[in-house]
């Protein structure tokens, strides 16, 4: 009988567990084939951002928790590194996957390939071709070094080719996150989150904002154009305990009847909010990509995007990181309706299938921990 492969998912934060949930499922069900190792950084560790994501998406507990928390990129990524390493010279895997692009990815891939153990990256080959960002930062230097680059949209081949990647490397299988949606939609859509939160469906607006610019000034311009809107439409804003800590310290001065400030959500109740909004406005990326899914229209407040796809053939508008830009959401949302969405391609559901067939095919190199001087 052929070895079972040895499969460690690397998860840090929230988008991750969207993403690799649908993979570790699909992984157990093929028990014959795979073994699956889990291991949590504990990037993000509140209840809000973790925990619950576990038990909604039924993803088992896991195998390691690295306990990492919160830091600069360089003691995070240090951290996680760190902390790894023994890790992945005890369970010796035969293939780690890391997802996305958070600082969780970045480290986990470095460490990885240091041990000579291949590296698959989900979500691989997708750039907004801006290095301000940190996300971008770690993308790049995930796909650099990983033995399989999954990718999820046709630009992202073509972004992977034109920086030297090997064709044989990349496999298009789709969207694992758009897989956990799908999977979800029944329950999503049986949750009734915008009743229980006394909102008519259609008639309001989702905000989620929670990326390194919500510390600065940036933050207050958004609340005080929300606050205008909201006379207008309705707001229901969870917030990220980082962008929490920047209004905590400038206070919020609003009428907060129309203007939901709550703690941040879990998986089934924010995707009910989504799917019963009239649109969304965020700084999100998998946001982008759900909406496109839902026929919900997306309004992304940031300079750029990493996920064009999103704008050519689904519901997402780039804004820009320009607040001012709020005031326009009414019309933006008028001219919306007009529009033709299509469904990316591979965005099936069936993504994490692809993925275990690629991975089943994979050929075996023999235990990692043989080469670690
Ligand atoms: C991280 C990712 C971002 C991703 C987001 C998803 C990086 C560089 N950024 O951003 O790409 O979109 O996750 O949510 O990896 N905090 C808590 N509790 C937690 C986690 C964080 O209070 O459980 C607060 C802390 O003050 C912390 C701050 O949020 O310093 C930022 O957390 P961090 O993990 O560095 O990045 P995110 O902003 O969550």
Request: glycine share 8%.
């Amino acid at each position: 009988m052929a070895k079972r492969r040895k499969v460690l998912s690397v998860v840090g934060t929230r988008p991750n567990l969207m993403k690799i949930a649908p993979i570790a499922a699909e992984l157990k069900r093929r028990g014959d084939e795979f073994e699956h190792v889990l291991v949590h950084t504990g990037q993000h560790y509140d209840r809000e951002l973790s925990e619950i994501f576990f038990k909604e998406l039924a993803l088992s507990d896991p195998d390691y928790s690295l306990g990492v928390g919160s830091g600069s990129h360089a003691q995070q990524t240090a951290a996680v590194m760190e902390r790894l390493e023994p890790v992945l010279l005890e369970a010796e895997p035969d293939v780690v996957l890391v997802p996305g692009d958070v600082n969780s990815t970045l480290a986990a891939a470095i460490a990885t390939s240091k041990l000579q153990i291949p590296l698959g990256h989900v979500e691989a080959g997708l750039r907004s071709f801006d290095r301000t960002l940190p996300e971008e930062l770690n993308r790049v230097v995930a796909d650099q070094l990983s033995q399989l680059l999954f990718t999820h949209s046709p630009e992202a081949r073509d972004n992977l080719l034109a920086e030297g990647c090997p064709t044989e490397a990349i496999h298009d299988v789709g969207n694992t996150m758009i897989d956990s949606l799908l999977a979800m939609l029944e329950r999503i859509e049986a949750r009734g989150a915008p009743a229980e939160r006394g909102l008519e469906r259609g008639a309001y607006l989702v905000v989620t904002l929670h990326r390194h610019w919500v510390d600065g000034p940036f933050v207050a311009e958004v609340i005080s154009e929300l606050a205008a809107l909201s006379a207008e439409l309705p707001i229901v804003f969870p917030v990220h305990p980082r962008t929490r800590a920047a209004l905590d310290t400038m206070g919020t001065d609003v009428d907060l009847d129309r203007l939901l400030l709550l703690e941040p959500l879990g998986y089934i109740e924010f995707m009910s909010l989504v799917a019963g909004s009239a649109g969304v406005l965020t700084d999100s990326g998998g946001i982008q990509e759900e909406t496109t899914i839902l026929g919900v229209p997306c309004f992304t407040l940031r300079p750029n995007t990493e996920r064009p796809i999103t704008v050519s053939m689904g519901t997402n508008v780039v804004l820009g990181l320009a607040p001012e830009r709020i005031a326009e959401v009414p019309a933006l949302l008028a001219a919306a309706a007009e529009k033709e969405v299509r469904v990316p391609p591979l965005w099936d559901g069936k993504a994490s299938e692809r993925i275990a067939d690629v991975l089943a095919g994979y050929p075996l190199e023999g235990p990692a921990a043989a080469k670690t001087t």
